[in-house]
């Protein structure tokens, strides 16, 4: 089965009903971005996360987190890295309390560094951080996401390879990885490289790229989402959560399409 729904779910207030709202829309899945900080505060919206988590039980929701930004787990400055790792720790936190699955996050920057050992610091980081989760019996997955800029860390064989060696899951998104190959991956490609996962969390929207990689989001267009549909197999639990500036509109395009495909 497809899962299709936006990412943003509106104030910590709001949450709770949006997600009713959705699910009415025909969604099945939402992602949470804490684009700039961890919003949703343990002491402060303890009702809110009860109501958030009672109506994700109630509807069946797949809801993902999306870490901050402000991630780079191979920094020479290693307050960075440990600011870094209390974010995404934060994120898990939450992610557990709400009934979320899942904490998509961006593992950093190259540097100066090699790829290979980038890659070693990386990986590191990672396995102290599901120490952490499996110490704390938080039920959440660890996602390192697939990236758009070529001096990114997070190409599909980085993040597949993160898989194998740490155990931990992965988002696959689409829009980056086509921004990374400069247009050259096609749908089909990108997915026989995670073909043999049973469950797949993925990203998309339109994208705007150039020599170096990803530039910019944007609405995603119609041909995009057919294209995209049609290489999946709809036999597998895969979830697609809109980046787009409009995600609610571009999810909802993209149920309609699913339905046609």
Same mark, same amino acid.
């Given at each position: ?53 009672e109506t994700v039980k109630k509807l069946d ?46 593992? +950093?920057?190259? @540097?100066?560094? #090699?790829?290979?050992? /980038?890659?070693?610091?990386?990986? =590191?980081?990672? $396995? ?36 194998k060696e740490t155990k931990c899951d992965f ?21 026989k490289k995670y073909k043999g996962f049973k ?10 790229? +150039?020599?170096? @990689?990803?530039? #910019?989001?944007?609405? /995603?267009?119609?041909?995009?989402? =057919?294209?995209? $549909? ?32």
């Amino acid at each position: 089965m497809i899962k299709i729904g936006p990412a943003g779910i509106g104030s910590v207030i709001d949450a709770a009903s949006n997600l009713e709202k959705y699910y009415k829309m025909g969604f099945r899945a939402c992602e949470i971005p804490f684009t700039y900080s961890v919003f949703i505060k343990e002491d402060k919206h303890k009702k809110q996360i009860k109501d958030i988590y009672e109506t994700v039980k109630k509807l069946d929701f797949n809801l993902s987190i999306h870490a901050p930004y402000w991630i780079n787990l191979n920094s020479a400055e290693k307050i960075k890295v440990v600011n870094s790792k209390k974010r995404i720790l934060n994120s898990c936190k939450i992610a557990h309390l709400i009934g979320a699955k899942r904490v998509v996050f961006h593992c +950093g920057y190259y @540097g100066k560094d #090699s790829k290979e050992k /980038t890659y070693q610091s990386i990986k =590191k980081e990672i $396995l102290d951080m599901m120490k952490t989760i499996k110490a704390k019996k938080w039920k959440v997955k660890l996602c390192p996401e697939t990236m758009g800029k070529i001096n990114v860390f997070g190409s599909t064989e980085e993040i597949l390879r993160l898989v194998k060696e740490t155990k931990c899951d992965f988002c696959l998104d689409f829009a980056h990885l086509h921004a990374r190959s400069l247009g050259k991956m096609t749908y089909k490609e990108m997915y026989k490289k995670y073909k043999g996962f049973k469950k797949l969390h993925c990203h998309f929207s339109g994208i705007i790229f +150039g020599d170096k @990689g990803e530039r #910019s989001h944007k609405m /995603t267009p119609s041909k995009e989402l =057919k294209g995209l $549909l049609a290489a999946l197999p709809k036999n597998k639990d895969i979830t697609i959560i809109s980046e787009s500036p409009d995600p609610v509109k571009d999810s909802r395009k993209a149920l309609k399409i699913l339905k046609g495909v």
